[in-house]
C-alpha cells in the first residue's frame, strides 16, 4: 500500500519561509513524478511544483519555492520563501507514473494535506 505523508506547515509571517516534507511508503518514486498541489478555502486545487528528472513550477511560486527530492530515502521537498498570505492553503503531495506533470487528475497517489497560514 503506498502512502504518502506530509509534515511541515504551520503558522508563519508574510515574509517568512517553511519547509515542507512528504515522506512516500510502499513504492519509490525514483523514475516518476512527485509534486506539490494546494488548497485554498472556497477554491480548486492548484499546481504548484513538480519534480522527476526535472522541476517545473506555477508563475505563481516560481523564484521563491524549490522542490527538491531524495531518493535514497523516498522524501519529497518543498522550501518555501518569502511567503505571502495568498499561499495560505492546505498543501498536498503527489505521485504518478511517468513524467511531472501540472494536471492532479493524473497523479495516482496522495497525502492527507498539511495546511500552511501566512499572516500578514
Known amino acids: 500500500q503506498v502512502q504518502l505523508v506530509e509534515s511541515g506547515g504551520g503558522l508563519v509571517q508574510a515574509g517568512g519561509s517553511l519547509r515542507l516534507s512528504c515522506a512516500a511508503s510502499?513504492?519509490?518514486?525514483?523514475?516518476?513524478?512527485m509534486g506539490w498541489f494546494r488548497q485554498a478555502p472556497g477554491k480548486e486545487r492548484e499546481f504548484v511544483a513538480a519534480?522527476?528528472?526535472?522541476?517545473y513550477y506555477a508563475d505563481s511560486v516560481k523564484g521563491r519555492f524549490t522542490i527538491s527530492r531524495d531518493n535514497a530515502i523516498v522524501t519529497m521537498y518543498l522550501q518555501m520563501n518569502s511567503l505571502k498570505p495568498e499561499d495560505t492553503a492546505v498543501y498536498y503531495c503527489?505521485?504518478?507514473?511517468?513524467?511531472?506533470?501540472?494536471?492532479?487528475?493524473?497523479?495516482?497517489?496522495w497525502g492527507q494535506g498539511t495546511q500552511v497560514t501566512v499572516s500578514s
Open positions: 503527489a505521485g504518478k507514473s511517468g513524467r511531472v506533470s501540472n494536471n492532479d487528475r493524473e497523479y495516482t497517489y
Open positions: 510502499g513504492r519509490t518514486f525514483t523514475n516518476d513524478a
Open positions: 519534480i522527476s528528472w526535472r522541476t
